[in-house]
């Protein structure tokens, strides 16, 4: 799996959009870009995850540039329930067998009152 | 209400004794994953499983143990040989290792060993 690249900490004024990047420069083609985050002292939760389209759920919008070398989580309306580790990774679906996922450091995202 | 549990939530053992983690899930989930991670760190996978009776060894496998007996149950046994057992324990599990959409993961266990 491709390695990922992301600001270790963020700040974001609650109500506010917070926009998180992702440098995955190596990504293949079919390799697909998901985010998860952590909230403290509880498991990870996935968010959402996509190959090349913009993707968009009730949780957030995930823009991915059209090289597919970079992408942007998006949370609209960050509120302090927010504030978690955000975990950006890459991954194949298409190769077969057992998907290990990797999950660097991710980027601590502080919403702020 | 379908979900992964971990039991228990926190947990304190003695230097030297073996402690087994429980995880189940009634997701009817294949694949099963057990993470450990330390305080500012990222998840280091252990050991997965992605059918009954099948198991591989993770990253970092020395000093634990997993079984699979069961399709909804893989219990971990941090053994007496893992020399530094003090970590918050994640397990998971996903539809079909094969084609993961995303990874369902428990609420954790937080061994000290004292």
């Known amino acids: 799996d491709a390695k990922t690249t992301q600001p270790t900490s963020m700040d974001c004024a609650e109500g506010r959009a917070a926009n998180l990047p992702c440098n995955h420069s190596?990504?293949?083609?079919?390799?697909?870009v998901y985010w998860y985050r952590q909230i403290h002292s509880q498991g990870p939760q996935y968010i959402i995850h996509?190959?090349?389209n913009n993707e968009t759920n009730e949780m957030a919008s995930l823009i991915i540039t059209e090289d597919r070398k970079s992408s942007t989580l998006i949370l609209p309306h960050a509120t302090l329930r927010d504030t978690a580790v955000y975990y950006c990774?890459?991954?194949?679906?298409?190769?077969?067998?057992?998907?290990?996922?990797?999950f660097g450091t991710g980027t601590k995202l502080q919403v702020i009152p | 209400d379908g979900g992964i549990t971990q039991s228990p939530k926190y947990l304190f053992r003695k230097e030297g004794q073996n402690v087994t983690l429980s995880c189940e899930q009634n997701?009817?989930?294949?694949?099963m994953y057990w993470y450990r991670q330390d305080p500012g760190q990222g998840l280091r996978l252990i050991y997965y499983?992605?059918?009954?009776?099948?198991?591989q060894k993770g990253d970092i496998a020395e000093g634990y143990s997993v079984s699979r007996e069961k399709k909804e149950s893989f219990p971990l046994t941090v053994t007496s040989a893992q020399k530094n057992p003090t970590a918050f324990y994640l397990c998971?599990?996903?539809?079909?290792?094969?084609?993961?959409?995303?990874?369902?993961f428990g609420p954790g266990t937080r061994l000290t060993v004292l």
């Open positions: 998971a599990s996903s539809i079909d290792s094969g084609t993961v959409n995303e990874q369902f």
């Open positions: 190596t990504i293949s083609g079919n390799e697909y």
């Open positions: 499983s992605q059918i009954v009776n099948d198991f």
């Open positions: 990774i890459v991954r194949d679906l298409n190769s077969g067998g057992y998907q290990k996922v990797t």
């Open positions: 996509g190959l090349k």
């Open positions: 997701l009817n989930h294949d694949a």
